[in-house]
């Protein structure tokens, strides 16, 4: 199975922004559509934003639409999500995720990071 590793997250001001990388060391993405999750404390995984590399379509769902913008580098072996405008709400911590499925619903992720924490505080 794929083993992804985020990186990026720490700590960040109310309205500041970050960015978040993700990548398989020596392995292409091109076969995978990605995925970004968050888990805030006490609460359930999140899906946050889907990217399909063949058509370079995205989703996002409403609480990061035009906050947070998904890409991928065109050597296919990083994914991105660029975070803009945080709020204390956003804090969590943040997973890079891949399926083979190329129309998935967030349950069809499957391959996992292990996270990156990003906490959003003044």
């Known amino acids: 199975q794929l083993q992804l590793v985020e990186s990026g997250g720490g700590l960040v001001q109310p309205g500041g922004s970050l960015t978040l990388s993700c990548t398989a060391p020596g392995v292409t993405l091109e076969p995978y559509v990605m995925g970004w999750f968050r888990q805030a404390p006490g609460k359930e995984r999140e899906g946050l934003s889907i990217?399909?590399?063949?058509?370079?379509?995205?989703y996002y769902i409403d609480s990061v639409k035009g906050r947070f913008t998904i890409s991928m580098d065109t050597h296919k072996t990083m994914v991105h999500l660029q975070m803009n405008s945080l709020r204390p709400e956003d804090t969590g911590r943040y997973y890079c995720?891949?399926?083979?499925?190329?129309?998935?619903?967030?349950?069809?992720?499957?391959?996992w990071g292990h996270g990156t924490q990003v906490t959003v505080s003044s």
């Open positions: 995720a891949a399926t083979a499925d190329d129309n998935p619903d967030w349950a069809d992720f499957n391959l």
């Open positions: 990217i399909r590399h063949t058509d370079g379509s995205t």
